[in-house]
């Protein structure tokens, strides 16, 4: 258009919008998602089949795998929670639209499993394909946004992991998902399963214990003691960019040294493999992001607090536990994040030298070729970390409160 | 009463503070006045040992400041900074409660100093004492701020430019409410400023520092007859001098008898604020009321012109 273009042109978008017109707006996150709900409703598969375990699959659509009318009902609810994601539409009902589409979609496809088993086969395996996730992945991002748009209060956000973790539960206890091949392969591993995830949780919690321990003092040392930041910080930085593979392989010579050269020391579980390497490279990890944590959080106490604190009379130790560590809180809580969300992930790789861990599973499945038992692995890792980032959030947030971040009321 | 004896802070062996010796009177309002790097806050933060001196000694009330460790010393002095200082994660109650919780006073005792001292302030407790410092307004931290430093009854309160986060309105009035405090307590204030008009308006005596050395300490009317030095008199500015001179005195000792048509000015008004109405309503005397609101007489432009001269 030209700069003598008609005026009417140039002012149709200040005229108020109609009421029809308002609805009929699109949302752009919404347009991406309602796209990525097409290609996997329609254009991906949303389950396979296998004759057994290792061998190649044969894909089936969304019809070919459910029967009619669960093919009906799963494709007219994507349908309608995608219309909702692509226009603008009240929070409220998005979020019942993308929790809506997860539920029908979590049981459709257990039917798939059962639909897509011949009667009496306990070799054939059906498991979710890429139009499942990706389905998954559209409604999860609505979901996400929605949760993100509701601005909900920390406890409560606490809660909706709580109901999420108690429908995904119920789901499992029911049955719905016994004849999808990850379950099968659960089934076969029940035991370990869940003392691979004791180990787990043990190895992630208890080197984020050992972390905080260490961690702590020494960062309120490097604050106070200008000389040690550098050096340490920088040494713990060193050990960060170690490979998480080649620090747990470096450390198999120094500690089988150690348990054959040390009396008592095999006896309390020193040894180059297994454990304690895993426990003392996620240790290692663990320190840099706890100690520069607490550095942070120390040098952000504000400074005048600091100086009416000593003017007041206040001894070292006072102004510590009384001023500085309160009001350092929030940041290192982040640290104690940051580092049980990565040794959560880091347990993983922990299997290779004998840890334990779901990484077992994960390495066994690659070592078979068998992707669910890759899968037996790593969702619960996800889960756990995913858990995890949530609830710290949330803890972090209600820390931040009454502190010196807190938003003005 | 605190007696600083030949004190020097050297930094690398420059010094910050010069062999500085004065005598703060008890009971009184000190002010140190100097331009940023002067030593000014160094010289205040010796006397509760913040920094601690490389020579000279600091005797309160005839003790050496040395003899007790330094937090049991600081104590027992009150301490306002700059931009209050309040301790965010506590609420105003806790953070006035700050020193009087460090003594070990009894709950009670401290619920109660905490009220009185809201009151003194004119901050209602119950509407006050549970807030956080960031819900408050400039001038109410720094309300509380004083109020933190006063709570355990010290009788020394160091202030390092107590009202230098403040806006003008609401500093002139923090400010005359400190002097209301200082005469009803009788409290020993040191008092750090950049600002001689503060100085000149609060100080009973002015200590005028530069680069580190004591230029002059003598009473705001002297510093302003007979400054010691040229950066004295550059401080006090000489547009202004004979004004700030004439506000250091009330109207009484100057009213004469006779009478005078307009307003009237009370007789606790500064000789300086009878000027400026005289010259603004373009009168040549204005009469005078007391405390009663009776008129005890006039004071003429004459008189106050004369007034406004250089003293010998």
Avoid at chain 2, 6 to 22: C, E, F, Q
Avoid at chain 2, 132 to 146: A, E, F, I, M
Avoid at chain 2, 262 to 291: F, Y
Wanted: glycine content about 10%; hydrophobic content about 50%.
């Amino acid at each position: 258009m030209t700069e003598r273009g008609p005026p009417a042109m140039e002012f149709r978008p200040l005229r108020p919008i109609s009421r029809e017109m308002a609805v009929f707006r699109l949302d752009k996150l919404g347009a991406i998602i309602a796209v990525i709900a097409a290609c996997g409703a329609l254009m991906a598969p949303f389950a396979t089949f296998r004759a057994n375990r290792i061998v190649a699959g044969e894909a089936r659509s969304v019809v070919a795998a459910l029967p009619p009318w669960a093919a009906a009902l799963l494709l007219a609810v994507v349908a309608a929670a995608a219309v909702i994601a692509l226009f603008r539409s009240p929070v409220l009902i998005r979020l019942s639209a993308s929790l809506g589409a997860l539920v029908v979609l979590a049981l459709a496809v257990g039917v798939a499993g059962r639909y897509l088993t011949p009667a009496g086969n306990s070799y054939a395996r059906i498991s979710p394909a890429s139009g499942f996730w990706l389905l998954v992945f559209a409604f999860a991002l609505l979901a996400a946004d929605c949760f993100t748009r509701l601005r909900m209060p920390p406890l409560m956000r606490i809660g909706a992991l709580v109901l999420a973790a108690v429908a995904i539960a119920l789901v499992l206890a029911s049955g719905t998902w016994n004849s999808l091949s990850i379950m099968k392969e659960y089934a076969s591993r029940a035991d370990t399963f869940w003392l691979l995830g004791a180990q787990h949780l043990t190895l992630a919690f208890g080197s984020l214990a050992a972390a905080v321990i260490v961690g702590i003092p020494l960062g309120i040392t490097c604050h106070r003691t200008t000389a040690l930041r550098g050096p340490v910080l920088n040494s713990l930085n060193i050990i960060q960019t170690i490979p998480s593979i080649a620090l747990f392989g470096i450390l198999i010579a120094p500690l089988g040294w150690i348990a054959i050269n040390v009396p008592g020391a095999a006896a309390i579980g020193v040894s180059g493999i297994g454990t304690p390497p895993a426990f003392v490279a996620l240790f290692g990890y663990s320190l840099l992001p706890m100690v520069a944590n607490t550095v942070l959080g120390l040098e952000g106490v504000p400074a005048a607090a600091n100086d009416a604190a000593r003017g007041m009379g206040m001894t070292d130790r006072q102004r510590l536990i009384g001023v500085e560590f309160p009001l350092a809180f929030p940041v290192i809580l982040t640290g104690v994040r940051i580092v049980l969300v990565q040794n959560i992930g880091l347990t993983t790789v922990a299997a290779l030298i004998g840890g334990g861990g779901f990484g077992v599973f994960v390495f066994q499945g690659i070592g078979q070729t068998a992707m669910d038992l890759v899968m037996l692995g790593a969702l619960p890792t996800v889960a756990l970390a995913f858990a995890a980032s949530i609830v710290l959030d949330a803890i972090v947030e209600i820390s931040t409160k009454g502190s010196a971040q807190r938003p003005a009321t | 009463m605190i007696e600083i004896d030949a004190i020097t802070k050297r930094y690398d062996g420059r010094p910050v503070v010069n062999d500085v010796s004065l005598v703060v009177e008890p009971h009184a309002l000190t002010v140190i006045v100097g331009t940023s790097g002067s030593g000014k806050t160094t010289l205040l933060r010796m006397i509760n040992r913040l920094v601690e001196p490389s020579a000279g000694t600091i005797r309160i009330d005839g003790k050496d400041n040395q003899s007790l460790p330094p937090h049991v010393l600081r104590r027992g002095i009150g301490y306002v900074i700059q931009g209050h200082g309040l301790f965010p994660h506590r609420t105003v109650g806790q953070n006035i409660a700050t020193v009087p919780m460090l003594c070990g006073w009894d709950r009670t005792r401290i619920a109660r100093r905490v009220d009185e001292l809201l009151t003194l302030f004119q901050l209602d407790p119950a509407q006050f004492r549970d807030r956080y410092p960031d819900q408050l307004s400039g001038g109410q931290k720094q309300r509380v701020g004083v109020a933190r430093a006063l709570a355990a009854k010290p009788n020394i309160l160091l202030m390092d430019e107590p009202f230098g986060a403040l806006d003008p309105v609401i500093r002139g009035k923090a400010q005359m409410d400190l002097v209301a405090i200082q005469k009803q307590f009788g409290t020993t204030i040191v008092l750090v400023t950049h600002d001689m008009e503060e100085a000149i308006q609060l100080g009973d005596r002015i200590a005028v520092m530069d680069d580190g050395n004591l230029l002059q300490y003598a009473a705001p009317a002297e510093i302003l007859a007979s400054p010691a030095t040229e950066f004295v008199e550059t401080l006090i500015g000489t547009g202004d001098r004979p004004f700030r001179y004439l506000s250091l005195s009330a109207l009484d000792g100057i009213v004469e008898a006779g009478m005078a048509d307009g307003e009237p000015l009370p007789v606790t008004a500064s000789r300086r604020d009878a000027l400026a109405e005289l010259l603004w309503s373009g009168r040549t005397a204005l009469p005078v009321t007391g405390t009663d609101g009776t008129v005890l007489g006039r004071v003429t432009r004459e008189t106050l012109l004369r007034l406004a001269e250089r003293p010998v």
